[in-house]
């Protein structure tokens, strides 16, 4: 597999120069005009998007898990943490189910195109590899604690419920008071973390090296690295097939000569299975079984249970919101590999979601250069 990914390379390599020229072109094209115009920023992230489907099939799919995790999580934020799924039907009778236009987050409340504290773990692990033209985990952690620190929009100004702005995990308390990471989380947040990592080094030997390290930066217990270590085995083979196989990811983690083995293989293999063996219920029904809270190995039943079941990437997405709960972290893993598995990766996202994220002129600008290293 890895020669016939150094054959991809060497042939992509005129594919990615065309892409570095296309993009100067379009710097040049909408050089001068008001770059805060919703004019400006929708048909900019048109052409960027429109180039990257001139790529070849696997850096299509490398940029649509990142896009479809960041797409997800900030469409389910307004109605992030409500742990009742009547509530969030009466919430959406109008119809307005993705970007809600108004949070009912009861323990937060951020402007609809933000993302929560998972998606923008994957963005800063994303701006991370952008700044140093790869995965650096002395960077990752400096940039981690400035996006999440005591000088960040995340240190709260109040211990009032819902907070004026986003919800930090508390597993970021040890990390960010001595830079040592929380022995006992079990939250989602470093397998989130890692999917970007997953889709710069997807098909190279230190992939799940890597992202064991990203998510020991701010937690070390088995549960948290083991599941984001098996998500990253889903994805990694999304990536690079372009095809979902649950089954095989299980057996995968049960191999005695598999490689890169980790003491919860079995655990999480377990936990494929017990997302499978759900298949023949209705999303909402399913998640509610599992468990509608963020801690693991609960939300990753509900992750692979999307995936699973996943007729499209909009219904994807639609059917994690309105299974309720923490449908920010099921979210993010459940549009990468429903994006990343679509016939047509980038055009599966539709434009008007990618448009409302608040940051998509970064986002794209990161996800070009990572798609090109």
Same mark, same amino acid.
């Given at each position: 597999?890895?020669?016939?990914?150094?054959?991809?390379?060497?042939?992509?390599?005129?594919?990615?120069?065309?892409?570095?020229?296309?993009?100067?072109?379009?710097?040049?094209?909408?050089?001068?005009?008001?770059?805060?115009?919703?004019?400006?920023?929708?048909?900019?992230?048109?052409?960027?998007?429109?180039?990257?489907?001139?790529?070849?099939?696997?850096?299509?799919?490398?940029?649509?898990?990142?896009?479809?995790?960041?797409?997800?999580?900030?469409?389910?934020?307004?109605?992030?943490?409500?742990?009742?799924?009547?509530?969030?039907?009466?919430?959406?009778?109008?119809?307005?189910?993705?970007?809600?236009?108004?949070?009912?987050?009861?323990?937060?409340?951020?402007?609809? /195109?933000?993302?929560?504290?998972?998606?923008?773990?994957?963005?800063?692990?994303?701006?991370?590899?952008?700044?140093?033209?790869?995965?650096?985990?002395?960077?990752?952690?400096?940039?981690?604690?400035?996006?999440?620190?005591?000088?960040?929009?995340?240190?709260?100004?109040?211990?009032?419920?819902?907070?004026?702005?986003?919800?930090?995990?508390?597993?970021?308390?040890?990390?960010?008071?001595?830079?040592?990471?929380?022995?006992?989380?079990?939250?989602?947040?470093?397998?989130?973390?890692?999917?970007?990592?997953?889709?710069?080094?997807?098909?190279?030997?230190?992939?799940?090296?890597?992202?064991?390290?990203?998510?020991? $930066?701010?937690?070390?217990?088995?549960?948290?690295?083991?599941?984001?270590? &098996?998500?990253?085995?889903?994805?990694?083979?999304?990536?690079?097939? &372009?095809?979902?196989?649950?089954?095989?990811?299980?057996?995968?983690?049960?191999?005695?000569?598999?490689?890169?083995?980790?003491?919860?293989?079995?655990?999480?293999?377990?936990?494929?299975?017990?997302?499978? /063996?759900?298949?023949?219920?209705?999303?909402?029904?399913?998640?509610?079984?599992?468990?509608?809270?963020?801690?693991?190995?609960?939300?990753?039943?509900?992750?692979?249970?999307?995936?699973?079941?996943?007729? /499209?990437?909009?219904?994807?997405?639609?059917?994690?919101?309105?299974?309720?709960?923490?449908?920010?972290?099921?979210?993010?893993?459940?549009?990468?590999?429903?994006?990343?598995?679509?016939?047509?990766?980038?055009?599966?996202?539709?434009?008007?979601? $990618?448009?409302?994220?608040?940051?998509?002129?970064?986002?794209?600008?990161?996800?070009?250069?990572?798609?090109?290293?």
């Amino acid at each position: 597999m890895l020669v016939a990914l150094r054959r991809v390379s060497l042939r992509s390599s005129a594919a990615g120069l065309f892409i570095i020229l296309a993009l100067l072109l379009l710097l040049v094209r909408y050089r001068g005009r008001p770059t805060e115009s919703v004019e400006y920023r929708a048909a900019m992230a048109k052409d960027v998007v429109g180039a990257l489907k001139s790529l070849p099939a696997l850096k299509q799919r490398k940029a649509a898990a990142i896009l479809g995790a960041l797409v997800a999580d900030a469409a389910a934020m307004p109605l992030h943490w409500i742990y009742d799924q009547s509530k969030v039907q009466e919430l959406t009778q109008d119809g307005q189910v993705a970007f809600h236009p108004t949070s009912h987050n009861p323990f937060y409340r951020r402007d609809t /195109g933000y993302c929560s504290a998972y998606g923008d773990a994957a963005f800063v692990s994303l701006q991370s590899i952008h700044e140093k033209k790869g995965f650096d985990a002395d960077d990752l952690s400096k940039q981690i604690y400035k996006f999440f620190g005591p000088d960040s929009e995340y240190e709260p100004k109040s211990s009032a419920r819902p907070l004026q702005g986003p919800w930090r995990s508390s597993c970021y308390k040890p990390f960010l008071a001595s830079q040592q990471p929380h022995p006992s989380s079990a939250d989602p947040d470093g397998l989130v973390r890692a999917i970007p990592i997953v889709a710069l080094l997807a098909g190279q030997p230190h992939v799940m090296e890597s992202v064991e390290t990203a998510v020991r $930066l701010v937690q070390s217990s088995p549960v948290a690295v083991g599941f984001a270590l &098996g998500a990253a085995h889903i994805l990694e083979h999304v990536i690079l097939t &372009g095809a979902v196989d649950l089954e095989g990811a299980a057996l995968q983690l049960t191999d005695p000569k598999r490689q890169y083995p980790f003491e919860t293989d079995p655990l999480v293999a377990e936990a494929i299975q017990k997302g499978l /063996g759900a298949k023949d219920q209705p999303h909402s029904v399913a998640v509610k079984s599992f468990g509608l809270a963020c801690g693991l190995p609960p939300s990753f039943h509900g992750m692979v249970h999307g995936i699973a079941t996943a007729r /499209g990437y909009r219904e994807a997405v639609l059917d994690n919101i309105m299974a309720a709960g923490d449908t920010c972290s099921r979210g993010c893993l459940i549009g990468a590999c429903v994006a990343a598995a679509s016939s047509k990766p980038l055009d599966s996202i539709p434009m008007e979601w $990618l448009l409302q994220l608040k940051n998509v002129d970064q986002v794209l600008a990161y996800v070009k250069t990572l798609v090109d290293l």
